[in-house]
């Protein structure tokens, strides 16, 4: 992921990323994101690293611990950082004003929700493409899902008024996430009360977890055209 690019976006998104890197000092516990953006920013943080920058990190994915250990930095768990000073992530849609995210796209939306939640500030990295005015326009609502009844699960995820997908890879075999689950995608088209449905899709039986992250989010830096902008929570 290091190096430079000719697509302007990515280089704006490159620079998100060391805006959200810079945040983070000595002797903190940083949550590492999962994606393309997040792999920018962990790009970062290495760079950081290498000139002694000293931290620990909670990965959101394999991928990213795989990307943060060949960096060199050290990770941890939950065991000895229950709490995290600060979470670092991407997201598929950002709402404008709430700032509340639909992610999981990339499937790792179960330990980033973990890794968000435990977090006293979470930091969302995106470029301008990734605003909506309503969650749901534009992205499914990735919902983790245990294997065993997956249809069931789906068959009352299509009762609250989405178009439910099995996700599988472009090889056709079945995507299964860190966790050994499944992820149906589920379209809502644009959602009128994120916090209720997160409810409600969090009700039904056989549901692990879902990328709806409601009221999580404390600032999202957003790299566009005119260069970076930075949202806080109200
Ligand atoms: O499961 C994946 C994550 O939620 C990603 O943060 C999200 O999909 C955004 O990824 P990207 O930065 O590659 O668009």
Same mark, same amino acid.
């Given at each position: 992921?290091?190096?430079?690019?000719?697509?302007?976006?990515?280089?704006?998104?490159?620079?998100?990323?060391?805006?959200?890197?810079?945040?983070?000092?000595?002797?903190?516990? =940083? $949550?590492?994101? @999962?994606?393309?953006?997040? #792999?920018?920013?962990?790009? !970062? &943080? /290495?760079?950081?690293?290498? *000139?002694?920058?000293?931290? =620990? $990190?909670?990965? @959101?994915?394999?991928?990213? #611990?795989?990307?943060?250990? !060949? &960096? /060199?930095?050290?990770?941890? *768990?939950?065991?000895?950082?229950?709490?995290?000073?600060?979470?670092?992530?991407? #997201?598929?849609?950002?709402?404008?004003?709430?700032?509340?995210?639909?992610?999981?796209?990339?499937?790792?939306?179960?330990?980033?929700?973990?890794?968000? #939640?435990?977090?006293?500030?979470?930091?969302?990295?995106?470029?301008?493409?990734?605003?909506?005015?309503?969650?749901?326009?534009?992205?499914?609502?990735?919902?983790?899902?245990?294997?065993?009844?997956?249809?069931?699960?789906?068959?009352?995820?299509?009762?609250?008024?989405?178009?439910?997908?099995?996700?599988?890879?472009?090889?056709?075999?079945?995507?299964?996430?860190?966790?050994?689950?499944?992820?149906?995608?589920?379209?809502?088209?644009?959602?009128?009360?994120?916090?209720?449905?997160?409810?409600?899709?969090?009700?039904?039986?056989?549901?692990?977890?879902?990328?709806?992250?409601?009221?999580?989010?404390?600032?999202?830096?957003?790299?566009?055209?005119?260069?970076?902008?930075?949202?806080?929570?109200?």
């Amino acid at each position: 992921m290091s190096g430079q690019n000719s697509d302007p976006m990515v280089e704006l998104k490159r620079r998100a990323a060391e805006e959200a890197a810079a945040m983070v000092q000595d002797g903190m516990a =940083v $949550g590492l994101g @999962t994606g393309s953006t997040a #792999a920018l920013m962990i790009d !970062a &943080l /290495g760079r950081r690293w290498a *000139d002694g920058l000293r931290f =620990v $990190g909670i990965p @959101t994915s394999e991928r990213s #611990a795989e990307q943060a250990r !060949a &960096l /060199g930095i050290t990770l941890v *768990d939950f065991s000895t950082h229950a709490r995290l000073d600060l979470a670092i992530d991407g #997201a598929d849609e950002v709402e404008r004003g709430s700032l509340d995210l639909i992610k999981g796209l990339g499937g790792a939306l179960l330990r980033e929700k973990i890794v968000a #939640a435990a977090a006293r500030r979470f930091v969302v990295i995106v470029d301008e493409g990734k605003l909506v005015d309503h969650l749901g326009s534009r992205s499914p609502v990735p919902v983790e899902v245990t294997p065993f009844g997956w249809e069931s699960t789906a068959r009352q995820l299509g009762e609250l008024g989405a178009r439910v997908a099995l996700r599988i890879k472009r090889d056709g075999e079945l995507f299964v996430t860190d966790g050994g689950n499944l992820i149906l995608d589920c379209a809502f088209g644009p959602i009128e009360d994120p916090r209720a449905l997160e409810a409600a899709i969090g009700d039904i039986v056989g549901v692990i977890e879902s990328g709806l992250f409601v009221h999580r989010t404390s600032e999202v830096i957003v790299a566009g055209r005119q260069g970076l902008t930075r949202l806080v929570a109200a």
